[in-house]
């Protein structure tokens, strides 16, 4: 079966629209596009042509199945992005991991580092310690966590971690949707 709304939500986010420029691009409303990206909804033949073509795309190549997809990734591939101000580091381990249902990455927490409080949202989150201990921060609720522990949790409160021991902490942390 072919995922059209994952394949429209892919050939968009490649080409840097938002919802909402492409809705305006085919005069359909950004909640009907969220729709279609989540599959909740099916297009009209009219309709997924005029997506199509404000994709820079056609019916034939649209449903051409790709080969090419890339499954294997090494550190070339990976982005990593420092924030000395809180004493964290986040390596994306799957490059453009938004258009995937989960996006995998790999935190490391400097002595008292922390990582910014994310926001109540949609999905799941799970982490592991590979190294260290930290706090993870659900709300007005603290866990401790050490090496080998591992969380899972709805994302309903704001959530955060925090490394108050004086080692590096690493933890591979993945969310869905992506959030990072």
Same mark, same amino acid.
């Given at each position: 079966?072919?995922?059209?709304?994952?394949?429209?939500?892919?050939k968009r986010l490649k080409l840097g629209l938002t919802q909402?420029?492409?809705?305006?691009?085919?005069?359909?409303?950004k909640g009907f596009i969220s729709q279609l990206e989540r599959?909740?909804?099916?297009?009209?033949?009219?309709?997924?042509?005029?997506?199509?073509?404000?994709?820079?795309?056609?019916?034939?190549?649209?449903?051409?199945?790709?080969? *090419?997809?890339?499954?294997?990734?090494? $550190? +070339? #591939?990976?982005?990593?992005? /420092?924030?000395?101000?809180?004493?964290?580091?986040?390596?994306?381990?799957?490059?453009?991991?938004?258009?995937?249902e989960l996006e995998p990455i790999l935190v490391t927490l *400097?002595?008292?580092?922390?990582?910014? $409080? +994310? #926001?109540?949202?949609?999905? /799941?989150?799970?982490?592991?310690?590979?190294?260290?201990?930290?706090?993870?921060?659900?709300?007005?609720?603290?866990?401790?966590?050490?090496?080998?522990?591992?969380?899972?949790?709805?994302?309903?409160?704001?959530?955060?971690?925090?490394?108050?021991?004086?080692?590096?902490?690493?933890?591979?942390?993945?969310?869905?949707?992506?959030?990072?």
């Amino acid at each position: 079966m072919i995922d059209i709304g994952g394949s429209i939500k892919r050939k968009r986010l490649k080409l840097g629209l938002t919802q909402e420029e492409l809705a305006a691009r085919t005069e359909l409303s950004k909640g009907f596009i969220s729709q279609l990206e989540r599959n909740l909804t099916s297009p009209s033949i009219a309709t997924l042509m005029d997506i199509l073509e404000a994709l820079g795309t056609d019916i034939s190549d649209f449903f051409a199945q790709s080969d *090419d997809e890339k499954v294997i990734f090494s $550190p +070339d #591939d990976m982005f990593v992005k /420092e924030d000395a101000e809180i004493g964290s580091t986040v390596c994306w381990l799957v490059p453009n991991a938004q258009k995937n249902e989960l996006e995998p990455i790999l935190v490391t927490l *400097d002595a008292d580092g922390c990582t910014y $409080p +994310d #926001d109540p949202h949609e999905g /799941e989150e799970f982490g592991y310690v590979l190294m260290g201990s930290v706090s993870l921060v659900l709300g007005e609720r603290r866990f401790k966590l050490k090496k080998g522990d591992s969380f899972c949790f709805k994302p309903t409160e704001t959530h955060y971690l925090e490394n108050h021991s004086k080692r590096q902490a690493r933890i591979i942390w993945v969310s869905t949707p992506p959030s990072f």
